[in-house]
């Protein structure tokens, strides 16, 4: 079982995207184990976003992220790290597949609604700056026999 920490960013918020996005990722199977609307500080945007610093586009995502609010998720499953970013899209709305969420709802980069983790290494990273460990909720679907 691997988890995944997804984020809806205040784009996806703003558009009132957070119910049609959270009811994707359940209906591929995954299981919310945690989430919460919050702010993101600003030291919580570099630590999550260390790995753009420098590149031309970075202050412009720091700025974005701590716009306004976002909606912090830990999500659990089977390869659930790959599962989401294949749900979520392509970074480009314009490159990502119709079906995808950045695909149906993104037109740009700057704008795309979602972050991802892209590996299990970066999830377990990420979940520990968004979110208490006693926070998240690890329990068993009966339903998940079935997926
Ligand atoms: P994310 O981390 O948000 O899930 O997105 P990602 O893996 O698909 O893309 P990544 O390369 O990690 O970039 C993080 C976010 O930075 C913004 N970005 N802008 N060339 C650009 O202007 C550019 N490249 C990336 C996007 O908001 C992207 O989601
Ligand atoms: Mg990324």
Redesign the pocket.
Known sequence: MERTYLMV?PDGVQRGLIGEIVGRLERKGLTLIGAKLMLVTEEQAKRH?A??EG???YD??MT?ITSGPVFAMAWQGDQAVAAARQI?G??NGLEAAPGTIRGDYALH????L???S?SAESAERELGIFFQESELVGYDKTIQAWI
């Open positions: 960013k976003y790995e753009h590149k031309d586009f412009r995502l974005f979520i392509k970074t980069t700057n704008y795309n979602i972050h991802g892209d």
